[in-house]
């Protein structure tokens, strides 16, 4: 039998790595395998157990007799925004925003309490990791005035909820979450037990007030944010700001959503006036591509449930020292060594003494399989020295025997190729059975790479 004081103990041991918590400590975590993770921590129940009963006074009502009506939703100014939000912000929601330091999370915050603002709306602006002047500079780079937008330096969570309190805002921004504390928690800022706590406190604040909460966070180099177990499960929403950092490019990218599909990507520009949407992202990437170039192919990738017309190149060069070399930029390395064996085995295509390397332009990544065909017209067409058909876009998965297999979603992407204005999609021939049909556009369907190589490429002379 436990006895009162271990019932009443505070004292936890918790995994920084992914949120594990053992009355003992640890060495290695048995949740997520990380070693020497476990940190001493004294948790709050008081904070804790009174929100929970605040929450829990609803009472239980049968599904059949709620009400269904349209969730309200609050227009964010961006449209790119309101479109990975799944149609705008719903009022209560806390919504996470986590990328790499500098991608544009600050950035991406102020341009939007400014749109806010500008429609008379208070909102304030909580930043734990810059002083006013700082943002000040910035926000008259953004040429954002900063009228009813409430600056608040403040890091300590108690503070920060009274002056929302005060204040009463329409939104209010968290910049960043691993900056603030909660004195009745131990931990460091950052640390899994403040940050947890923290946007645990965010969280009911939110659904209390009914007022939407965005909190930044830092993603750690393993890719998450401050322990992938922790914050995703408390928070409403999750969005990933990613982007290279050679780009300008910049993808919001849903990743969880209670109030709508995570299938959306926004994509913005990085620009010396800030972030810029680009609401016709195909035609932004394909803006440099040349048509007829050797080794350049159009590839209709999606992203989520939105098409996007990318272009991929390939560069093949005699092998001049050592074993052949392969380079994948913005592919997965281990796709290229597939598509570049199929193409030597079934294909016959000389690649053993040759280096080969993909780029895919706009710092953009394809993951998908359905861009191995666009992919291995753009090696062959460098390896023949043949450009490929003017005007083609080019889809399909390779299989190891050299058959193209289905792809999904085919329409959205003929339909994204017809907008962009072009004259014909190669394709898998078992996606178009029953037969597609596209007035518009001329579909070349093949069933072996060996015949779709032969399709794509411009004849010789
Ligand atoms: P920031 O929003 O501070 O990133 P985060 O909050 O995610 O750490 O973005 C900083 C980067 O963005 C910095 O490298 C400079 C660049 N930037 C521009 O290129 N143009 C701009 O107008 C602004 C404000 C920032
Ligand atoms: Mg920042």
Same mark, same amino acid.
């Given at each position: 039998m436990r006895s009162e004081s271990q019932v009443k103990s505070k004292i936890t041991f918790i995994c920084q790595q992914c949120g594990k918590e053992n009355p003992k400590w640890l060495g290695?975590?048995? %949740?997520?395998?990380?070693?020497?993770?476990f940190v001493e921590t004294r948790v709050s129940p008081p904070s804790l157990s009174s929100h929970h009963h605040q929450l829990a006074n609803n009472a239980p009502q049968e599904l059949y007799t709620a009400q269904k009506g349209d969730i309200p939703r609050f227009n964010l100014g961006f449209s790119e925004l309101n479109r990975v939000l799944g149609g705008g912000l719903v009022p209560g929601s806390l919504v996470l925003i986590g990328g790499?330091?500098?991608?544009?999370k600050s950035t991406l915050l102020l341009q939007t309490s400014d749109s806010v603002a500008r429609n008379n709306k208070l909102v304030v602006y909580v930043s734990g990791e810059e002083s006013i002047t700082q943002v000040k500079l910035r926000a008259e780079r953004l040429k954002i005035s900063g009228k009813n937008i409430y600056f608040l330096a403040e890091t300590n969570m108690e503070q920060v909820l009274q002056h929302l309190e005060e204040i009463s805002p329409a939104l209010v921004m968290v910049? %960043?979450?691993?900056t603030v504390f909660l004195d009745?928690?131990?931990?460091?800022?950052? %640390?899994i037990s403040q940050v947890r706590e923290c946007t645990l406190r965010l969280m009911y604040w939110a659904k209390q007030k009914n007022i939407p909460v965005f909190i930044a966070g830092h993603v750690t180099k393993e890719g998450s944010i401050a322990g992938p177990g922790t914050l995703e499960h408390i928070v409403d929403v999750v969005l990933y700001f990613e982007g290279e950092p050679f780009h300008n490019y910049r993808m919001l990218r849903g990743v969880k959503n209670r109030f709508g599909s995570t299938n959306e990507v926004g994509v913005f520009e990085m620009g010396s006036d800030g972030l810029i949407e680009v609401n016709n992202p195909s035609q932004a990437f394909l803006s440099q591509h040349e048509d007829t170039s050797i080794g350049s192919v159009v590839i209709p990738t999606l992203e989520g449930s939105r098409p996007l017309l990318v272009e991929a190149q390939a560069l093949t060069s005699s092998t001049s020292f050592g074993p052949p070399r392969r380079i994948a930029n913005g592919i997965d390395f281990n796709r290229l060594l597939l598509i570049s064996a199929v193409l030597g085995k079934?294909?016959?295509?000389?690649? %053993?003494?040759q280096d080969i390397i993909i780029n895919v332009t706009g710092g953009l990544r394809i993951n998908e399989p359905a861009a191995d065909l666009g992919i291995a017209l753009a090696i062959a067409s460098s390896a023949h020295d043949i450009p490929p058909l003017a005007k083609l876009a080019v889809m399909g998965e390779i299989g190891l025997s050299g058959e193209l297999r289905t792809i999904p979603q085919i329409e959205r992407r003929i339909t994204e190729a017809v907008r962009l204005g072009f004259n014909a999609c190669l394709l898998p021939k078992s996606n178009s059975n029953p037969p597609l049909q596209h007035a518009d556009i001329h579909l070349l369907t093949a069933d072996s790479i060996t015949e779709a190589l032969r399709l794509g490429l411009s004849k010789k002379g």
């Open positions: 290695r975590c048995p %949740s997520c395998g990380a070693w020497g993770s790499e330091p500098g991608i544009g910049d %960043s979450i691993q009745d928690v131990t931990g460091v800022p950052g %640390s079934r294909a016959r295509i000389k690649l %053993s003494n």
